[in-house]
């Protein structure tokens, strides 16, 4: 039987196309994926994304179990903060990778991949030893919104009273959202502005409805996983079980910017500095093609003509017109410009290593430098 979230009525309402995700029925598409993906760069898009996992970390032992579990450093977090980790194996691969919310002095929230929740769980109590059987799965409980987009500020503002300009990336902030209790976190996995927001299961949908009525004339949608995918692919993030796994290291993946070496040992320490130290034999690197077609995941790639891995994430962007995707590529093939094959449908399309993210959105900062720059201008003229 698949899991339901409690949005689950809504979307069938909305016309929704459920399909069956990491144990769960959920929405794929509503009014399409290009135009969802469209709606989310230029304006705004709802996402239901309750089938992530929640687990509870508490007590005077949270921060040296998470220490010893995770590459990141904990002790960095202070209360509201929240940051990107990893569970990792001894060889440094990915069991998941995480969100962690700081909640108090030993209080902790880790948000995991659905289909992964019961494995993180029986990995951390495993591996953390007496202090990680307190760990508690309160994923029921919750719902998660993901609102994002450029007009996401304009339209949750309208039903809070927080300071969501005050909210910076990866901070969160307890408050109601439409009358109904929160945490509203400044992150998401598309690249653009916006907020994943924490919610009494059992009042999600109310809010989610208040959401989309404040947001109508802002151009706020319903948005899939369809869209969802192809945002986050844009934006060169990894997607855990294609991307990144067990049997692809944190070094590999090119997220050692996390690795935080000096706090101390963790699991999977050895394994990643040697790698740090030594270099990686591959490397999860971003391409485009400069021939004809789509690259999917599990297509073959060779490097000089020969069989060198495959495709771990591809597709058309919507927003940039043109296929691009992620592989890991052998550690002298890794370079922008590196030329390789993608194999579609038996046909040998040219490729080139470019850099990432492929879409990354416009600073505020850079406008206002732009402004400033104008001004100066006028007055040098006046």
Same mark, same amino acid.
């Given at each position: 039987?698949?899991?339901?979230?409690?949005?689950?009525?809504?979307?069938?309402?909305?016309?929704?196309?459920?399909?069956?995700?990491?144990?769960?029925?959920?929405?794929?598409?509503?009014?399409?994926?290009?135009?969802?993906?469209?709606?989310?760069?230029?304006?705004?898009?709802?996402?239901?994304?309750?089938?992530?996992?929640?687990?509870?970390?508490?007590?005077?032992?949270?921060?040296?179990?998470?220490?010893?579990?995770?590459?990141?450093?904990?002790?960095?977090?202070?209360?509201?903060?929240?940051?990107?980790?990893?569970?990792?194996?001894?060889?440094?691969?990915?069991?998941?990778?995480?969100?962690?919310?700081?909640?108090?002095?030993?209080?902790?929230?880790?948000?995991?991949?659905?289909?992964?929740?019961?494995?993180?769980?029986?990995?951390?109590?495993?591996?953390?030893?007496?202090?990680?059987?307190?760990?508690? @799965?309160?994923?029921? /409980?919750? =719902? &998660? +919104? %993901?609102?994002?987009?450029?007009?996401?500020?304009?339209? !949750?503002? #309208?039903?809070?009273?927080?300071?969501?300009?005050?909210?910076?990336?990866?901070?969160?902030?307890?408050?109601?959202?439409?009358?109904?209790?929160?945490?509203?976190?400044?992150?998401?996995?598309?690249?653009?502005?916006?907020?994943?927001?924490?919610?009494?299961?059992?009042?999600?949908?109310?809010?989610?409805?208040?959401?989309?009525?404040?947001?109508?004339?802002?151009?706020?949608?319903?948005?899939?996983?369809?869209?969802?995918?192809?945002?986050?692919?844009?934006?060169?993030?990894?997607?855990?079980?294609?991307?990144?796994?067990?049997?692809?290291?944190?070094?590999?993946?090119?997220?050692?910017?996390?690795?935080?070496?000096?706090?101390? @040992?963790?699991?999977? /320490?050895? =394994? &990643? +500095? %040697?790698?740090?130290?030594?270099?990686?034999?591959?490397? !999860?690197? #971003?391409?485009?093609?400069?021939?004809?077609?789509?690259?999917?995941?599990?297509?073959?790639?060779?490097?000089?003509?020969?069989?060198?891995?495959?495709?771990?994430?591809?597709?058309?962007?919507?927003?940039?017109?043109?296929?691009?995707?992620?592989?890991?590529?052998?550690?002298?093939?890794?370079?922008?410009?590196?030329?390789?094959?993608?194999?579609?449908?038996?046909?040998?399309?040219?490729?080139?290593?470019?850099?990432?993210?492929?879409?990354?959105?416009?600073?505020?900062?850079?406008?206002?430098?732009?402004?400033?720059?104008?001004?100066?201008?006028?007055?040098?003229?006046?």
């Amino acid at each position: 039987m698949l899991r339901r979230t409690p949005l689950h009525a809504l979307h069938r309402e909305l016309g929704a196309r459920l399909v069956p995700f990491a144990g769960w029925e959920m929405p794929v598409q509503f009014a399409g994926v290009v135009k969802e993906h469209l709606a989310v760069r230029g304006a705004a898009g709802l996402f239901d994304v309750s089938h992530m996992g929640e687990l509870r970390v508490t007590g005077p032992e949270a921060i040296p179990l998470l220490q010893r579990l995770t590459p990141n450093d904990v002790s960095r977090l202070r209360i509201g903060q929240a940051q990107y980790s990893a569970l990792t194996t001894d060889s440094g691969g990915f069991v998941d990778d995480i969100i962690v919310y700081r909640r108090g002095e030993g209080s902790f929230l880790l948000v995991t991949n659905a289909a992964n929740t019961p494995a993180d769980l029986a990995w951390i109590r495993e591996r953390g030893g007496p202090a990680a059987q307190v760990v508690e @799965d309160v994923s029921d /409980r919750y =719902a &998660l +919104l %993901a609102l994002q987009g450029p007009r996401a500020v304009a339209i !949750l503002g #309208g039903l809070t009273p927080l300071n969501l300009r005050r909210i910076r990336y990866y901070r969160f902030a307890d408050g109601p959202v439409a009358g109904v209790p929160a945490t509203v976190a400044r992150m998401g996995y598309t690249g653009e502005d916006g907020f994943e927001l924490m919610l009494p299961a059992g009042k999600a949908e109310s809010v989610a409805r208040r959401l989309l009525e404040a947001g109508a004339d802002a151009g706020l949608i319903p948005t899939g996983l369809g869209a969802r995918d192809s945002l986050r692919l844009e934006a060169k993030m990894a997607l855990h079980g294609q991307d990144i796994d067990r049997d692809h290291s944190v070094e590999e993946a090119d997220l050692g910017w996390m690795v935080k070496y000096a706090k101390g @040992d963790f699991i999977g /320490r050895d =394994a &990643l +500095l %040697a790698q740090r130290e030594g270099g990686v034999a591959r490397k !999860l690197v #971003g391409f485009e093609l400069r021939g004809r077609g789509i690259p999917r995941h599990g297509y073959p790639i060779r490097v000089a003509g020969e069989p060198a891995g495959e495709v771990t994430s591809g597709g058309y962007s919507p927003f940039l017109k043109k296929s691009i995707g992620l592989a890991y590529l052998p550690a002298g093939a890794t370079e922008t410009g590196q030329g390789f094959e993608v194999v579609i449908r038996g046909r040998a399309v040219p490729a080139e290593v470019v850099p990432t993210p492929f879409y990354a959105r416009p600073r505020k900062r850079k406008k206002r430098k732009k402004r400033k720059k104008k001004r100066a201008a006028a007055a040098s003229t006046a």
